[in-house]
T-cell receptor
Framework: DTGVSQDPRHKITKRGQNVTFRCDPISEHNRLYWYRQTLGQGPEFLTYFQNEAQLEKSRLLSDRFSAERPKGSFSTLEIQRTEQGDSAMYLC?????????????FGPGTRLTVL | GQQLNQSPQSMFIQEGEDVSMNCTSSSIFNTWLWYKQDPGEGPVLLIALYKAGELTSNGRLTAQFGITRKDSFLNISASIPSDVGIYFCAGHWYDMRFGAGTRLTVKP
């Protein structure tokens, strides 16, 4: 399977704990995106990378959130001191990054539940 | 927050019927995309549109990029039970914005 993969698929944690999610994009894709999706809503943009450079961050991405893509391949999203409001589906997507091509392909998501 | 208005919010139709949903925005976009999402899964890309006025088909699905660049619609013809899911429109300018989705239920 050469699609976008995410790990873990589900994570249950207690408030105040730190969590880290991983995303492996489609191998030839330069751009990688993180989104958050809550029930009844569409995905909301968090941040994106062009290769290893983090080019944009949404205001939704508080100081407790950090994302990395150290070698321009896989990416991690860490949430520190989780809060109940962080409970959501965290989606990763990747795209070729070619100029004018904006088709993003999504992974299956990581569903986070903060107790 | 969301800048796209997607309607209807939900649809209940009989198998074999045609479906139409649309998305409007106060802003222009250079790309419109339509995705389908099943419960517990990520969105799957159905159709991408790049030019105002463009009409594109993918099997029983047809989508159009509005002339004003502020709207798009998706039609599904002859619906089948596996069409059930949530359909999202997305518009791209500097970043991607998603609608809140149209939940489609198909009765056999």
């Amino acid at each position: 399977d050469t699609g976008v993969s995410q790990d873990p698929r589900h994570k249950i944690t207690k408030r105040g704990q730190n969590v880290t999610f991983r995303c492996d994009p489609i191998s030839e894709h330069n751009r990688l995106y993180w989104y958050r999706q809550t029930l009844g809503q569409g995905p909301e943009f968090l941040t994106y990378f062009q290769n290893e450079a983090q080019l944009e961050k949404s205001r939704l991405l508080s100081d407790r959130f950090s994302a990395e893509r150290p070698k321009g391949s896989f990416s991690t999203l860490e949430i520190q001191r989780t809060e109940q409001g962080d409970s959501a589906m965290y989606l990763c997507a990747s795209s070729l990054g070619d100029r004018g091509i904006h088709e993003q392909f999504f992974g299956p998501g990581t569903r986070l539940t903060v107790l | 927050g969301q800048q796209l208005n997607q309607s209807p919010q939900s649809m209940f139709i009989q198998e074999g019927e045609d479906v139409s949903m649309n998305c409007t925005s106060s802003s222009i976009f250079n790309t419109w995309l339509w995705y389908k999402q099943d419960p517990g899964e990520g969105p799957v890309l159905l159709i991408a549109l790049y030019k105002a006025g463009e009409l594109t088909s993918n099997g029983r699905l047809t989508a159009q990029f509005g002339i004003t660049r502020k709207d798009s619609f998706l039609n599904i013809s002859a619906s089948i039970p596996s069409d059930v899911g949530i359909y999202f429109c997305a518009g791209h300018w500097y970043d991607m914005r998603f609608g809140a989705g149209t939940r489609l239920t198909v009765k056999p």
